[in-house]
């Protein structure tokens, strides 16, 4: 069974600074997708970005970039020049192999400080 | 606007009472999912399906019955509503050929079980 982990409930950052948010995954698979939705306070969930297990470099997309290292079966969010409107719930998921359902991670509430 | 629309967008139901949520897609997507969102478990998997007249069970089946009699619904029924299942209903959909995009999210159903 794949298990996505995040060990952040909630994350404090000043605005302007870099912020990571911690993801780590567990799968036998060796194909898989890794991406990440943000959902604010309105409640929509908004994609950010993906990683394929077999892409070389890390995906990266506007002022969001992931950090993978397969090794370490982590998926780290990356996200630089916080803004006031990155405040939100962020959430980790995977798509293992060739199934197009996703396990989601139990979210990361970031709040981005004036 | 293209997207996932889900009905309705709030509810409260009494004890053992039934319901349907229904979600349509207008984007010809093959996938469909319903997921629930409780807070601190993030986004669980109730039921999907991978084309029309086809579901399949997720994470968390137990109490709910789904059907996609047409490619563009996916209905969601709770044939006996229970406290437990208080939460945050959302759809999703996906295209098998856009696999990085993720899915498509409806605005979520905020279902009170009193």
């Known amino acids: 069974a794949q298990k996505i982990t995040q060990t952040q409930p909630g994350m404090f950052v000043q605005e302007k600074e870099a912020v990571t948010l911690d993801c780590t995954y567990d799968?036998?698979?060796?194909?898989?997708?890794l991406f990440w939705y943000k959902q604010p306070s309105s409640g929509e969930m908004i994609f950010l970005i993906y990683q394929g297990s077999y892409d070389e470099q890390n995906a990266t997309e506007g002022r969001y970039s992931l950090n993978f290292q397969k090794a370490r079966k982590s998926a780290n969010l990356v996200i630089s020049a916080s803004q006031l409107g990155d405040s939100a719930m962020y959430f980790c998921a995977m798509r293992p192999g060739s199934a197009r359902q996703l396990t989601f991670g139990s979210g990361t509430q970031l709040t981005v400080l004036p | 606007n293209a997207g996932v629309t889900q009905t309705p967008k709030f509810r409260v139901l009494k004890t053992g009472q039934s319901m349907t949520l229904l979600c349509a897609q207008d984007?010809?997507?093959?996938?469909m999912y319903w997921y629930r969102q409780d807070p601190g478990m993030g986004l669980r998997l109730i039921h999907y399906?991978?084309?029309?007249?086809?579901?399949a069970k997720g994470e968390v089946p137990d109490g709910y019955n789904v059907s996609r009699l047409k490619k563009q619904n996916f209905l969601l029924g709770l044939e006996s509503a229970a406290p437990s299942q208080t939460s945050v209903y959302f759809c999703?959909?996906?295209?098998?050929?856009?696999?990085?995009?993720?899915?498509?999210f409806g605005s979520g159903t905020r279902l009170t079980v009193v």
């Open positions: 399906s991978v084309g029309e007249g086809t579901t």
């Open positions: 984007m010809n997507h093959e996938y």
């Open positions: 799968t036998s698979d060796q194909s898989y997708g």
């Open positions: 999703a959909s996906s295209s098998w050929d856009r696999i990085h995009y993720g899915y498509t």
